[in-house]
């Protein structure tokens, strides 16, 4: 091996918090990582920054409780106590959920787990993309020409993974994740915009998908989100939708692009023994609230758990992870066959006409199916509620 290539157990390719979290969690069982990113830190990430409640459960679990309330002061931006359905610009129906929605600014969190992962002994390095892999070698290179022999290779780099495409490249029969839905997002000055203090997500906006705004103290994030389909101009959809809104000097703001992988979960996420998928590079994304930081932790820590199991022979690390992420992938399917409901502007009418009438029910969707995660469908929670409410009526 020549002198330039260093060395190392694990490399984890990208520093979102599906790598770091898997870097924290490899360097806690003791394990030698590199984590590499592309972008310099602070590095602008799009992102609404809701937490849900098995977000700030995976967290927790991740830093302890001390870490985690270090995270959260560094990097809260707002509490929010109502979420809100909109069709077109007409309120449909509100909840209160019982815990209060907390909002992140992600740049400042991504930085805070980057960090805490070096802290713990893992290298880290940034403003340096990876370009090349030699999968028989195992030797990554980077756009510096840096490289790197690692035994096992996290893709932990995001909705357009680059690990991914050279996968493909080198394997014709790796099945690799198909669609994702484009984004387009910016943030503006809370000046700019009368908003109410509620997570707001507009349906009717843009087919088959939906458009949102996230107070965020200062700033309120706008978005919205499509199937990708080059035909379609995301931006001036967005400007429209500003516009609706009634937001002011819109020309001071630049919009931004992303995807965000929607319906795409890899069949597979684990490449012969050693090359693992975590977070949004392995599709694992909630179509119905674009929900992924929860998934990208979990997943990150499961990978490094099963990588630990190989490298310690104390078990099948491949099949252990396939395994933690199947109840992952069953909420992730269950929200995806609401969402494709939800395209229907007939079945969200009805939807949001039932829940007007029993608020309770859209409250106990949001709190067992959105914050909790529970492996649920529409119609078991649905069933699950009206037990609950029989049992209530004939109580009093
Ligand atoms: C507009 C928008 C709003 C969202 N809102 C929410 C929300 O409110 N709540 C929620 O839970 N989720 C939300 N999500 C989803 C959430 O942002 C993602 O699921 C989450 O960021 C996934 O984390 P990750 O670490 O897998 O990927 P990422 O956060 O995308 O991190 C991947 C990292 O890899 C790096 N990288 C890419 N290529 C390379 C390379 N070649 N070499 C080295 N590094 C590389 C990137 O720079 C990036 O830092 C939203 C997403 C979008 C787009």
Redesign the pocket.
């Known amino acids: 091996m020549s002198d330039s290539i260093t060395s190392t157990k694990v490399l984890i390719?990208?520093?979102?918090?599906?790598?770091?979290?898997c870097a924290i969690k490899l360097r806690k069982l003791g394990i030698d990582c590199v984590l590499?990113?592309?972008?310099r830190f602070p590095?602008v990430?799009?992102?609404?920054?809701?937490?849900?409640l098995k977000?700030k459960k995976a967290l927790r679990d991740l830093l302890g409780d001390d870490c985690y309330g270090s995270l959260l002061s560094e990097s809260r931006v707002s509490v929010l106590h109502s979420f809100t359905i909109y069709q077109k610009l007409e309120k449909k129906v509100s909840c209160n959920p019982k815990e209060p929605m907390e909002?992140l600014d992600?740049p400042k969190m991504?930085y805070f787990l980057f960090r805490h992962a070096a802290s713990l002994g893992c290298k880290t390095f940034d403003g340096?993309?990876?370009?090349t892999i030699d999968f028989k070698e195992k030797i990554a290179t980077?756009?510096s020409g840096k490289q790197i022999k690692y035994e096992y290779l996290v893709a932990?780099?995001?909705?357009?993974?680059?690990?991914e495409r050279l996968l493909r490249r080198h394997d014709s029969h790796f099945k690799s994740k198909n669609k994702c839905a484009a984004?387009?997002?910016l943030d503006i000055k809370v000046e700019d915009i009368d908003v109410e203090d509620t997570v707001g997500i507009y349906f009717g906006i843009v087919p088959c998908f939906y458009s949102?705004v996230?107070p965020k103290g200062n700033t309120v994030?706008i978005?919205l989100?499509k199937p990708h389909d080059k035909n379609y101009n995301m931006k001036a959809e967005l400007r429209k939708f500003m516009q609706l809104l009634g937001v002011r000097n819109m020309d001071s703001y630049e919009i931004r692009g992303?995807?965000?992988?929607m319906r795409s979960m890899l069949k597979k996420s684990v490449w012969r023994n050693h090359v693992f998928f975590?977070?949004?590079?392995?599709g694992?994304?909630?179509p119905l609230?674009?929900?992924?930081?929860?998934?990208?932790?979990a997943?990150?820590s499961e990978a490094a758990k099963a990588i630990s199991m190989i490298i310690t022979k104390s078990g099948d690390g491949t099949a252990m992870y396939e395994k933690a992420l199947l109840p992952m992938k069953s909420i992730i399917r269950k929200a995806e066959i609401i969402q494709r409901a939800f395209s229907y502007s007939f079945i969200l009418d009805l939807v949001c006409k039932r829940a007007k009438k029993r608020l309770g029910f859209m409250n106990f969707f949001y709190d067992e199916f959105v914050d909790k995660g529970v492996d649920e469908s529409y119609f078991q929670l649905k069933r699950r509620w009206r037990k609950i409410e029989n049992g209530r009526t004939a109580v009093k």
């Open positions: 390719i990208g520093g979102g918090p599906a790598g770091s979290s590499a990113e592309k972008a590095r990430k799009l992102c609404g920054g809701m937490m849900t977000t909002l992600r991504d340096d993309a990876l370009s980077f756009v932990a780099d995001g909705a357009s993974s680059h690990v984004i387009v997002e949102w996230f994030s978005g989100g992303c995807m965000l992988p975590v977070g949004d590079a392995a694992l994304v909630d609230t674009g929900e992924g930081i929860c998934y990208a932790i997943s990150g």
